[in-house]
T-cell receptor, first 119, second 112 residues
């Protein structure tokens, strides 16, 4: 159980275009999902917290107009990288926590990540 | 503070035990986790421990928590080549959305 599916697994796009990444919780509902970014050989940096039915909460230094987050349902959050540039090339990983009475002690479950390359 | 530190690299021989260490600074964390990441993949949850526990054992994995020193360790018994990966510790904050902060990661290399 607790499967998180992320799509696509990799994408190459031209500079100036936009790319959408989907994160789905397949067998549980998640009111909150998290988006992380990971540079090569580095740790995961939290970008934003995605909340179902409301605006995302962005970490300091993350441009909300560049990284658009939409959490339209209890099982889907999307991250859109707008007007992508080569410096946006990175590994993006989403995670979700099962909601409900047990959510307090429920760990984060991760998708397999999306490798974005902007040329 | 939210700094979580790990040593960058650990090399062990197959069959030996591995001990990966982690220090954190936020004493209000509720849960502490260990995740495994293989090349090009997402993170796989290995185990976690509640902050009021000292130890947790799960098959080959033993987690030790020293809350006074804010030190967490993961021991892997009988390390196998398939254990080669990057290991991240992470702490879950109290309050708000209870966001999770990750350590810098330790690359474990298992020598056959």
């Amino acid at each position: 159980g607790a499967v998180v599916s992320q799509h696509p697994s990799w994408v190459i796009c031209k500079s100036g275009t936009s790319v959408k990444i989907e994160c789905r919780s397949l067998d549980f509902q998640a009111t909150t999902m998290f988006w992380y970014r990971q540079f090569p050989k580095q740790s995961l940096m939290l970008m934003a917290t995605s909340n179902e039915g409301s605006k995302a909460t962005y970490e300091q230094g993350v441009e909300k107009d560049k990284f658009l987050i939409n959490h339209a349902s209890l099982t889907l959050s999307t991250l859109t990288v707008t007007s992508a540039h080569p410096e946006d090339s990175s590994f993006y990983i989403c995670s979700a926590r099962r909601q409900g009475l047990s959510s307090y002690n429920s760990p984060l479950h991760f998708g397999n990540g999306t490798r974005l390359t902007v040329t | 503070g939210e700094d979580v530190e790990q040593s960058l690299f650990l090399s062990v021989r197959e069959g030996d035990s591995s001990v990966i260490n982690c220090t954190y600074t936020d004493s209000s964390s509720t849960y502490l986790y260990w995740y495994k990441q293989e090349p090009g993949a997402g993170l796989q949850l290995l185990t976690y421990i509640f902050s009021n526990m000292d130890m947790k054992q799960d098959q080959r994995l033993t987690v030790l928590l020293n809350k006074k020193d804010k030190h967490l360790s993961l021991r892997i018994a009988d390390t196998q080549t398939g254990d080669s990966a990057i290991y991240f510790c992470a702490e879950r904050m109290r309050g708000g959305y209870q966001k999770v902060t990750f350590g810098t990661g330790t690359k474990l290399q298992v020598i056959p």
